[in-house]
């Protein structure tokens, strides 16, 4: 249903659609409209669901503070007509942010989505306020600001650029792509902060499973994205060893905090203070109690390992070469 509406949107503004994986919001309607680059896509923001608008204008034209502009988008009676409101909930109100070339605005949905018509009244009148307080950038070029831009999505943002910086951009991306492959991780130190992370985190898991008498498995997300951030700052420069390394200490730690669970419990129970008798007789037992029926261990396991994996992707090797997708000019 989004794609179908961006391409009607896209139809009736004469913009260009661009497909899900070009700019960070999904497909999207992008081009120019009276020398304004906009952008229009219905996609999921902070997993709401959202038609999100841009509007960008000339670095530091606007004439009006920012929060002067946010108000005039926020009270526009011409807005609230093409959204068909009486007038902006909390939620899209907060969504408005202005900076210094960029306006957006995120219109929030959640039983039926704001069809393509109601995105092209509501994208005019946005262009509209913009046009009133800020300078368009048309065919001038954003980098070395030359007359001879064309519009391309540049990281996700609809960009005037000329073929020059085009060419400039690309070889200092290669240029830090290069610099990014010659970089030799720190595995020791990776590793030595991967293994402190892992300690302190096993020893915190089990002492809070112990005071509450409960197995928290949203924790060991959190243990896992720790350790995995650990090992990551120490090597430098994320590799497969250090991923692996991330995903065992994980998994490790969290292993060693039931144990301590394990441990301080059966101490209790006794009545007993913990001694090496004791540590030896609960580790030769410890599989049984950990993996038996009833037990969270495999749980436990799960959720460790979705932290660890989470925060790996999050630190997968940057994309140090700019994106640049040209936005071709509908046919009139």
């Not at 902006?88 to 929030?108: M, N, T, Y």
């Not at 991780?185 to 892992?198: D, F, K, R, S």
Request: net charge positive.
């Amino acid at each position: 249903m989004s794609t179908d509406n961006v391409a009607r949107l896209a139809e009736t503004l004469k913009l260009t659609r661009l497909a899900k994986g070009v700019t960070s919001f999904g497909a999207a309607a992008v081009g120019m409209m009276d020398g304004f680059p906009v952008l229009a896509s219905w996609t999921r923001v902070n997993r709401t669901n959202a038609l999100v608008f841009l509007v960008r204008f000339r670095k530091g034209s606007l004439r009006i503070g920012a929060d002067l502009l946010k108000e005039r988008v926020a009270a526009s009676p011409e807005l609230l007509s093409a959204l068909s409101k009486s007038k902006l909930p909390a939620a899209d109100r907060k969504s408005i942010r202005a900076g210094e070339d960029c306006l957006r605005f995120d219109l929030h949905w959640s039983l039926k989505a704001p069809a393509a018509e109601t995105a092209a009244a509501a994208l005019r009148v946005l262009q509209r306020i913009v046009a009133g307080s800020a300078d368009p950038i048309g065919s001038v070029c954003e980098e070395c600001g030359g007359s001879s831009g064309e519009l391309y999505c540049v990281n996700s943002l609809p960009t005037s650029i000329c073929a020059s910086c085009r060419e400039r951009e690309g070889e200092e991306g290669r240029r830090r792509a290069e610099a990014y492959a010659s970089m030799s991780p720190n595995v020791m130190l990776g590793t030595a902060a991967g293994l402190a992370a892992c300690m302190v985190m096993a020893i915190l898991w089990g002492g809070l499973a112990y005071a509450s008498e409960r197995i928290w498995l949203y924790g060991a997300i959190v243990m896992g994205i720790a350790i995995a951030w650990s090992v990551n700052r120490g090597m430098g420069k994320v590799n497969t060893y250090g991923r692996a390394l991330a995903i065992v200490l994980t998994l490790g730690a969290v292993l060693l905090g039931d144990y301590i669970f394990i441990l301080l419990s059966v101490a209790k129970e006794m009545g007993a203070p913990v001694g090496a008798a004791m540590a030896r007789v609960v580790a030769q037992h410890f599989v049984e109690v950990e993996f038996g029926g009833g037990s969270t261990g495999w749980m436990s396991l799960l959720f460790g390992a979705v932290g660890a994996v989470y925060i790996l992707w999050k630190n997968r090797p940057p994309a140090l070469q700019p994106r640049m997708v040209p936005v071709t000019p509908a046919a009139s």
